[in-house]
């Protein structure tokens, strides 16, 4: 069973400053991973992408990637109002040409102005 | 470029009556996704379609839903009967090809009372 851990917060974080969301994951044979935004009563949005480990940076948004920790974060600087969203982390597996996202249940982050 | 398209946007039923949703992909995108998510959790995928074939249904509970993509274009969800715990929103994605981003339509929220 491929299982995607998430802290469902509130994660509570002022305007301007770092907000940093993670992600675990229990299955090794994992091959990428995502970060979707999704506001409320909205479809999820997807906000940037990972393969390998390290670090990926898309303007304010970084993702960092652990495969020997199983481990995935998004870190987002110069935090706005219009950042406050659920953040899911979804994890791609890819076997026998399955290739559904299995998600978490997502980190709520609040940014207060 | 005109989006992933569902219909319809809400729907109100009884538990065991029936309900079916549509989906209409972004043109030319050959893979077609089914999730259902739950209020509070992260979308879980039902169903994968690659064109007309089913590629992955390992989530999906046959004895009361299922799912089909007549000519590899538009796909239809069907769940009957209903019962109490199938209330969520049902997110249809699609993607130009696999292993490709994937692009939600707006969801189909279902109430079962």
């Known amino acids: 069973q491929k299982e995607v851990e998430q802290n469902s917060g509130p994660l509570s974080v002022p305007e301007g400053a770092i907000a940093s969301l993670n992600c675990t994951y229990s299955?090794?044979?994992?091959?990428?991973f995502f970060w979707y935004r999704q506001y409320s009563g909205k479809s999820p949005e997807l906000i940037m992408f990972i393969y390998s480990n390290g670090d990926k940076e898309d303007g304010r948004f970084t993702a960092q990637l652990n495969k020997a920790s199983q481990y995935v974060s998004l870190l987002i600087r110069d935090s706005q109002p219009s950042d406050s969203a659920t953040y899911l982390c979804a994890v791609r597996y890819s076997g026998g040409g399955a290739d559904g996202l299995t998600f978490g249940k997502g980190t709520h982050l609040i940014i207060q102005p | 470029e005109a989006g992933v398209a569902q219909s319809p946007r809400y729907k109100i039923i009884e538990k065991r009556q029936s309900v079916a949703f549509w989906c209409n992909p972004i043109s030319g995108h050959a893979t077609l996704y089914w999730y259902q998510q739950i209020l509070g959790q992260g979308p879980k995928l039902l169903i994968q379609f690659q064109n007309n074939g089913v590629v992955d249904d390992s989530q999906l509970p046959k004895d009361r839903f299922s799912a089909e993509r007549l000519k590899g274009v538009d796909s239809t969800l069907k769940i009957q009967p209903a019962k109490l715990e199938d209330s969520a929103v049902y997110l249809c994605?699609?993607?130009?090809?696999?292993?490709?981003?994937?692009?939600f339509g707006e969801g189909s929220r279902l109430t079962v009372l």
């Open positions: 994605a699609s993607s130009l090809v696999s292993l490709g981003e994937l692009f």
């Open positions: 299955d090794r044979g994992s091959q990428s």
